[in-house]
C-alpha cells in the first residue's frame, strides 16, 4: 500500500496561487493513478483533479478546467496540484488520493475508485 502526506496549503487573496504537493511512500508511486478532491465545509467531498499512472493523461472538471494543472514526478514519488486564479469558492480541505492500476491511460473521477487517501490541506482564498 502507499501512504500520502500533502503540503503547500495556505491562505491567499483571489486571483493568487498556489501549489499543492503530495508526497507517496511505501508501494511504486507509477503504479497509483493520483488524484485531488476537496472538501468544503457542509459539503461533498468534490473531484478536482486525476492524472494517470504515467502522467500522459489529465482530467478536470469546469469549475477549476484552465485555472489547475495536476502533475507528477514519478522519480521523486510527488503529484503537484498548481492552482492558479483561485476564488473564495475554491477554499477546501484539499486531499490527494491514490489507487492502484495495471492500466497506463485510464484515469479515475470517482471518490469511490480511489483505495488511498491523505489526511488533506487547508487552502483559503480571500476576497
Known amino acids: 500500500q502507499v501512504q500520502l502526506v500533502e503540503s503547500g496549503g495556505g491562505s491567499v487573496q483571489a486571483g493568487g496561487s498556489l501549489r499543492l504537493s503530495c508526497a507517496a511512500s511505501g508501494r511504486t508511486f507509477s503504479a497509483y493513478a493520483m488524484a485531488w478532491f476537496r472538501q468544503a465545509p457542509g459539503k461533498e467531498r468534490e473531484f478536482v483533479a486525476t492524472?494517470?499512472?504515467?502522467?500522459?493523461?489529465?482530467s478536470y472538471p469546469d469549475s477549476v478546467q484552465g485555472r489547475f494543472t495536476i502533475s507528477r514526478d514519478n522519480a521523486k514519488n510527488t503529484a503537484y496540484l498548481q492552482m492558479n486564479s483561485l476564488k473564495p469558492e475554491d477554499t477546501a480541505v484539499y486531499y490527494c488520493?491514490?489507487?492502484?492500476?495495471?492500466?497506463?491511460?485510464?484515469?479515475?473521477?470517482?471518490?469511490?475508485?480511489?483505495?488511498?487517501w491523505g489526511q488533506g490541506t487547508q487552502v483559503t482564498v480571500s476576497s
Open positions: 488520493a491514490a489507487r492502484d492500476t495495471t492500466y497506463d491511460s485510464i484515469y479515475y473521477v470517482r471518490r469511490n475508485d480511489y483505495h488511498y
Open positions: 492524472i494517470t499512472r504515467t502522467g500522459d493523461v489529465t
